[in-house]
């Protein structure tokens, strides 16, 4: 039975929100937009998954707008934003998903300067840097509640209270971190926020962006006017509604998941500090506690994931979008790790159907691996 | 027979239960639910395999390479992206885009889009029987001309444009062609190459597949060229970002493999249901059939009860469920623009029904819904002090309304 440990990268639906969703495929099948009763049962069933997927973050169903995922909803307040404001200064912290850093890079051609916030060797906003950069009054700021590589955790609301000292908008991406910490919406001060449903055991295929009302957003499709004319096309009842489910849940279970986190990471960790030789990086950082990043220093980080493969264990190095490429890192290489241990660089992220048993066979295939990889290494060498 | 009893298949149809069913194995834990991009286990190479089967699904039924289907979350992405895509990559060799005023929402609102970032769009008017006239198009085209959108097959009346011409005509002229087929795909034979289209979009739910997911076919052969409208991980080769849904690529897939391998019989059943339908009510007196009957889908019947008001006659047919207008529309009171594109006046365009059948659609059915609507026309008429008038001879175009 293989043992999956990249939750980060996606996670497996929730069989209990399966069963609230597939009546939404077949039997409720109407369009929400339809006047006749087909349409009303798929119409409150959004309406309901709505309040809850706002309720996870504590914001106003109004605040909500379905988006075909996480990518779409970055996209969407990024380029929203830009397109209804004069080009100016758009800042972004140093260790973003493309999701950000893409849209951020096309926003050049229309005239936008993109700075970038720099974080420190253990993957944190640096103060001074910050304020220095805040003080240039940017439009808008976009820096992740937590890291999909890393697990580090920035202080959003510190930040956004800044930001909006200066005049300016706050996106943040929270894709990694609501469902598994408390991200608070209405507390935090951020003016838009990206959500995904299938990284808290949700379907593929939709996600959210949470609009403070005083933000005004140029919708990236245009169609039939649903979401309030904020993003056209025929809503994904059946995934809309899966979202709902799988925050209503991630919510209840919160305290529960984090508690169960943490044994697993804790227990990861002092095996791997025994191993030896290992780095995790943003070890003193206040992280994600289902995320454990490390550097196995002297072995190939592609050539160790796929013997753990074979091996039965799935990881990642980097994150998955990325997994093409065999680039050390940027986030890593943000952080001022040297490339050669980004590149060996391994990636483990729990969820809620690990036991200890997983992390302790992780363990013993890690530890096969890496005395043969080094081995190796060392008689190539020698 | 359930009721309401459904006849709004354009506006969405209900999964077919052999999609779902495919769609469930790719979601749990017992299932592949990895994330196609992961390249480092099995659990994301199966998940690719799985998303890479249906992509050459969809590919077959249009007639394409599976390299040129691209992901996206519906029809309405694809339109925004082959239209915003196409202006923003070749806007410095021209600025104007010509369409047709049926087109869908997702069409027109993102050409007016367009407009307010400086571009022209000719906005062509259909012939009265719903169909595009070649000269009008021909004479449309301009030496600064980028783009051709023209749908298909239209939500509304169902008609059938013919794409191999305009197609012929846009390659001679150098101009892409644009095509929205998310009513056309499983109902009519597609193929991009012999129709000389350069996009298509495609959506999963008007053919038996799930909300929340569709593609754009994107030509190779002679490339063309997008911007991408979505940034962030270069999925899709650049063309498309974001995290494939691998459970909603299959349902696309495996609906439209369903489509290609059913369509022929299929539409011989429900051709020989909508003109039973049909027959039933065209002995009214004073009903319309709106759009070209021959060059239609065989799904479709939209027509106009005059002397009956539209709304009134929604209500009263609860027992079915119907539109008029099209769905995405159906928020406001305004009559259909496709229906007054055609020189339909506002009276016979608010009093228009449409009616869509599939493939869960029963003789049994339609004959109960056709019966229905006798009965329901023939009494609101009863009440309508207009229809009195008509039938006494009063010409009403003449008659002088005084206000209250």
């Given amino acids: ?382 | 027979m359930k009721k309401p009893i459904y006849l709004d298949y354009s506006a969405t149809t209900p999964v077919d239960p052999r999609v779902a069913d495919k769609m469930c194995k790719y979601l749990t834990l017992d299932g592949e639910f990895g994330n196609p991009a992961s390249r480092s286990h099995s659990f994301g190479w199966h998940a690719e395999e799985a998303v890479e089967e249906a992509r050459a699904n969809v590919a077959a039924l249009i007639g394409a390479d599976p390299k040129e289907i691209v992901w996206t979350s519906g029809a309405t992405e694809s339109d925004n992206l082959a239209i915003k895509g196409v202006a923003s990559f070749y806007g410095k060799k021209g600025k104007h885009i010509v369409t047709c005023k049926t087109e869908h929402k997702a069409v027109l609102d993102t050409c007016r889009q367009l407009e307010r970032e400086g571009f022209e769009v000719t906005y062509l008017d259909p012939e009265p029987n719903g169909l595009l006239d070649l000269g009008k198009l021909k004479a449309a085209i301009r030496p600064d001309t980028i783009l051709v959108s023209v749908m298909h097959v239209n939500n509304e009346i169902g008609v059938i444009q013919d794409l191999a011409a305009i197609g012929k005509i846009t390659r001679e002229r150098g101009v892409l062609f644009h095509s929205d087929a998310a009513q056309s795909t499983g109902k009519v034979p597609i193929d991009v190459n012999a129709m000389n289209v350069d996009l298509m979009s495609m959506s999963a739910h008007k053919t038996y597949g799930p909300k929340g997911v569709g593609a754009l076919y994107v030509r190779r052969k002679p490339r063309v060229r997008l911007e991408a409208q979505m940034h962030g991980g270069g999925h899709e080769r650049g063309m498309r970002s974001g995290t494939l849904a691998t459970h909603q690529c299959v349902g696309m897939g495996e609906a439209f493999r369903l489509a290609r391998e059913e369509m022929a019989t299929e539409n011989d059943r429900i051709r020989g249901l909508r003109n039973r339908l049909l027959n039933t009510l065209k002995d009214m007196p004073e009903v319309y059939v709106n759009g070209d009957l021959e060059h239609r889908v065989a799904h479709n019947l939209n027509m106009s009860f005059n002397f009956v008001e539209g709304e009134s006659l929604i209500m009263a047919l609860k027992d079915i469920a119907v539109s008029s207008g099209s769905a995405c529309t159906s928020a406001s009171l305004e009559p259909s623009y496709v229906l007054r594109a055609l020189g339909r006046n506002d009276e016979l365009a608010h009093s228009s029904i449409r009616f869509t059948i599939g493939r869960f659609t029963t003789q049994e059915e339609i004959d109960y819904a056709a019966a229905l609507v006798r009965e329901k026309v023939a009494k609101l008429r009863e009440l309508s002090p207009l229809w009195e008038m008509h039938q006494e001879g009063v010409d009403l175009s003449k008659v002088q309304w005084a206000a209250h």
């Fill in chain 1, 1 to 382: 039975m293989p043992v999956y440990l990249d939750h980060n990268a996606t996670a497996p639906f929730d069989a209990r929100a399966l069963e609230v969703m597939l009546p939404y495929l077949t039997q409720q099948h109407g369009n929400p937009s339809s006047v006749h009763r087909y349409g009303r049962a798929p119409r409150a069933a959004i309406d309901r998954a709505r309040e809850q997927v706002a309720e996870l973050v504590n914001a106003h169903p109004s605040q909500v707008i379905f988006t075909g995922g996480g990518t779409e909803a970055s996209n969407l307040a990024i380029k929203g934003f830009a397109a209804l404001h004069e080009s100016g200064h758009l800042v972004i912290g140093a260790t973003e998903h493309p999701s950000v850093t893409e849209p951020a890079e096309s926003l050049k051609k229309n005239g936008w300067r993109v700075s970038v916030l720099p974080v420190d060797g253990q993957g944190r906003l640096i103060g001074t840097e910050t304020e220095a950069l805040l003080k240039l009054r940017p439009p808008m700021v976009s820096v992740m509640w937590a890291n999909n590589e890393t697990g580090v955790i920035q202080d959003i609301p510190a930040l956004a209270a800044k930001v909006r000292a200066n005049g300016g908008v706050m996106h943040t991406d929270a894709v990694q971190a609501a469902g598994k910490i408390e991200v608070d919406f209405s507390a935090s001060g951020a003016h838009l926020m990206s959500l995904s449903a299938h990284k808290i055991n949700g379907p593929k295929g939709v996600g959210a962006l949470i609009v403070d009302k005083s933000v005004e957003l140029m919708p990236l499709l245009q169609g039939g006017g649903q979401e309030k004319g904020q993003r056209s096309g025929t809503e994904n009842v059946a995934g809309i509604v899966g979202f709902g489910a799988v925050a209503s849940l991630a919510k209840a279970q919160l305290a529960d998941y984090g508690t169960r986190m943490r044994l697993l990471r804790d227990r990861l960790e002092s095996e791997l500090q025994a191993l030896g030789d290992i780095e995790i990086f943003g070890a003193q950082a206040n992280r994600l506690a289902n995320t454990v990043c490390f550097g196995t220093h002297g072995v190939d980080g592609e050539t160790l994931l796929l013997n753990l493969d074979r091996a039965g264990i799935a990881v990642s190095s980097g994150s998955a979008c990325a997994s093409q490429h065999r680039e050390p890192s940027p986030v890593l290489q943000a952080m001022g790790v040297d490339p050669a241990v980004a590149l060996s660089a391994i990636r483990v992220s729990f969820g809620a159907g690990n036991t200890a048993q997983d992390v302790d066979t992780f363990i013993a295939a890690l530890t096969a691996q890496l005395r043969q990889l080094r081995r190796m290494a060392g008689r190539a060498v020698g």
